[in-house]
């Protein structure tokens, strides 16, 4: 009879809980997020958004800098492209490696990003979005 009681009260205070760590999941996921868009917004300051592209070139030497569950920052040029993927934004985490499959020389928002963790487990899928290039703002002084 105590181990049967027991096992009740453990169960629920199991469920009573449930809620308070999906809150504090949620509280982290926002945590994140909003370091991830001021960290982003900084790297943006001085430039302007132009017209959302569906390609951009795909070189080896080119730098791309991931902000952890919000976008991917690929910069060409003095151009930089920001891609916030339609799906698989939990799975982007800048101390992860990210893998590309094209068949040819650029990155298109069909395209697939998977995300791999450092010791190679595959943490998950990114799912591309248009590419929106930002260029900086000439002073006309």
Do not use: H
Request: glycine fraction near 6%; include cysteine; aromatic fraction near 6%.
């Amino acid at each position: 009879m105590f181990k049967k009681t027991l096992t009740v009260a453990m169960a629920a205070g199991a469920l009573l809980s449930a809620p308070a760590m999906a809150d504090t999941d949620e509280t982290r996921q926002d945590r994140v997020r909003a370091k991830a868009e001021a960290k982003l917004a900084e790297k943006l300051e001085g430039r302007v958004a132009g017209e959302p592209v569906r390609c951009i070139p795909n070189y080896r030497n080119q730098r791309t800098t991931i902000y952890d569950e919000t976008a991917i920052v690929w910069e060409v040029g003095s151009k930089l492209y920001v891609n916030r993927p339609e799906s698989g934004l939990e799975a982007l985490d800048d101390n992860d490696i990210m893998v590309t499959d094209t068949v040819l020389n650029q990155l298109c928002s069909v395209d697939t990003i998977r995300m791999v963790d450092q010791t190679g487990f595959m943490r998950g899928v990114v799912f591309l979005g248009d590419f929106v290039p930002y260029e900086r703002v000439e002073d006309d002084d």
